[in-house]
């Protein structure tokens, strides 16, 4: 069976909207719900709950997908509480699979922020400020997106160091803004690859 529809549950309004952008890219026509939390905390805090409720009434062809940041916690811990979370909930998660191999929820962890997939793709910032040094991804500092240390930092001098952004990078007009431009198929981020790939697997059930 064909999954026909995503529910997406993000910490902040900056991935909402470039999963917005992101997503019929990668899975196509399937459809697809994003729902803001305000904050890791307040998305970690409610995701139990929310997941029971799904369990109630989720439908054969749908799946959830939950998508956080690592910021500085322990990837395989936050992975495991997030599978855990779902498997409490009666759900099945990509990791662990039912019997049949089918799963129900998809847990994705950006690494280290969202920003890691804006590095990721260099060719789509530059599509939307030009000013940017096209260098940077040959910069070892910056060559592997997902090991830059204080991503959102590091970017904000990039922008300022360019002329942009003077009173701080805004986060959800740079989401508004590149994600349109991203090309799922070239992103160098690690972590944005593997999260494409469940995508593409998943939709291809």
């Known amino acids: 069976?064909?999954?026909?529809?995503?529910?997406?549950?993000?910490?902040?309004?900056?991935?909402?909207?470039?999963?917005?952008?992101?997503?019929?890219?990668?899975?196509?026509?399937?459809?697809?719900?994003?729902?803001?939390?305000?904050?890791?905390?307040?998305?970690?805090?409610?995701?139990?709950?929310?997941?029971?409720?799904?369990?109630?009434?989720?439908?054969?062809?749908?799946?959830?997908?939950?998508?956080?940041?690592?910021?500085?916690?322990?990837?395989?811990?936050?992975?495991?509480?997030?599978?855990?979370?779902?498997?409490?909930?009666?759900?099945?998660?990509?990791?662990?699979?039912?019997?049949?191999?089918?799963?129900?929820?998809?847990?994705?962890?950006?690494?280290?922020?969202?920003?890691?997939?804006?590095?990721?793709?260099w060719e789509a910032m530059r599509t939307c400020y030009d000013r940017l040094p096209p260098t940077v991804p040959r910069n070892a500092r910056y060559r592997n997106p997902d090991a830059i240390p204080d991503t959102w930092e590091t970017l904000e001098r990039i922008f300022q160091k360019a002329g942009y952004f003077k009173g701080g990078l805004l986060k959800v007009e740079l989401a508004r803004t590149v994600s349109p431009y991203m090309d799922p198929g070239r992103n160098r981020s690690d972590s944005f690859q593997i999260f494409r790939d469940a995508m593409w697997e998943l939709v291809s059930e």
């Not at 500085?72 to 049949?100: E, W």
């Open 1 to 121: 069976m064909s999954v026909q529809h995503l529910e997406v549950l993000v910490e902040e309004e900056s991935m909402a909207v470039a999963l917005e952008s992101l997503l019929p890219k990668v899975v196509g026509v399937c459809s697809f719900n994003v729902y803001r939390h305000r904050g890791k905390r307040d998305l970690l805090k409610k995701l139990p709950q929310r997941l029971t409720g799904y369990s109630t009434w989720l439908r054969d062809d749908w799946r959830i997908l939950v998508v956080v940041d690592r910021d500085q916690d322990d990837c395989h811990v936050l992975k495991r509480q997030l599978d855990s979370y779902a498997r409490q909930a009666g759900l099945s998660t990509r990791t662990y699979r039912s019997l049949t191999g089918a799963y129900q929820v998809v847990n994705r962890i950006a690494v280290e922020e969202l920003e890691a997939w804006y590095f990721g793709d």
